[in-house]
Nanobody
Framework: QVQLVESGGGLVQAGESLRLSCVGS????????MGWYRQVAGKQRELVAS???????NVADSVKGRATISGDTARTTVSLQLDSMKPDDTGVYYC?????????WGQGTQVTVSS
């Protein structure tokens, strides 16, 4: 299993920016997808943005234009920057790794946006 360690998160004011980072154990196989999901209490976990080791990116409509996902596929790292944050961005953010069914989740980091 790929180990994922998250950093970032915390309390921010609406309109501010936040950066989340995730470092995974080094993997030699390709392709894989790393990304960030978030979950609000009582709701399903939803994709925020993801990045494939082959290059394609996927960004949810809810954060399109405000989210930038980047990573180093050689180091199995992925970062997410969210700009112009809104109270609706509040939730627990999880780093995710998936390679042809080999799936791992980070422990989650709380992000709270105050209005």
């Amino acid at each position: 299993q790929v180990q994922l360690v998250e950093s970032g998160g915390g309390l921010v004011q609406a309109g501010e920016s936040l950066r989340l980072s995730c470092v995974g154990s080094i993997v030699m196989f390709r392709p894989y997808v790393m990304g960030w999901y978030r979950q609000v209490a009582g709701k399903q976990r939803e994709l925020v943005a993801s990045l494939s080791s082959d290059g394609p990116r996927n960004v949810a409509d809810s954060v399109k234009g405000r989210a930038t996902i980047s990573g180093d596929t050689a180091r199995t790292t992925v970062s997410l920057q969210l700009d112009s944050m809104k109270p609706d961005d509040t939730g627990v953010y999880y780093c995710h790794f998936n390679a042809d069914g080999l799936e791992s989740w980070g422990q989650g980091t709380q992000v709270t946006v105050s209005s």
